[in-house]
């Protein structure tokens, strides 16, 4: 260890420290740094008697929505999203799952949570 007024030997440079922060960082603009956490969200796929069903679990975000429409769009016939396993999701996130409702899609396994975050304009299983 390297201490305040203490000599380096010939030869050897002096020990290097390096801080580096962890946290992944998302570049909201050029004068906006934001610091986030990792967004993990896992996507499914089985095809049943009744349909596509997609099994969402983690964190459903912007980016994951992005996601979620581009898995939707190459599914066919009727679509179930399973969310026993969704543990969180954001405004993005509600507003889609509630764009897939509005097009046909059944949930099931909804998390009390996300049930009420969807609740708030919808009711589940498709009657208002």
Do not use: W
């Amino acid at each position: 260890m390297c201490r305040a007024g203490s000599r380096v030997s010939p030869g050897r440079s002096p020990p290097q420290h390096r801080f580096e922060d962890a946290r992944p960082q998302t570049i909201r603009s050029a004068s906006n740094l934001q610091y986030s956490h990792p967004t993990v969200l896992r996507i499914t796929t089985s095809s049943g008697e009744t349909g596509t069903v997609l099994r969402i679990a983690g964190q459903l975000s912007n980016d994951g929505v992005q996601e979620l429409e581009r898995v939707c769009h190459h599914t066919e016939g009727p679509l179930i999203l399973d969310l026993s396993e969704l543990s969180k999701v954001d405004h993005s996130g509600v507003a889609a799952i509630r764009e897939l409702v509005a097009r046909g899609a059944e949930l099931v396994a909804v998390p009390p949570y996300i049930a009420l975050l969807l609740e708030r304009e919808t009711v589940i299983g498709g009657t208002s």
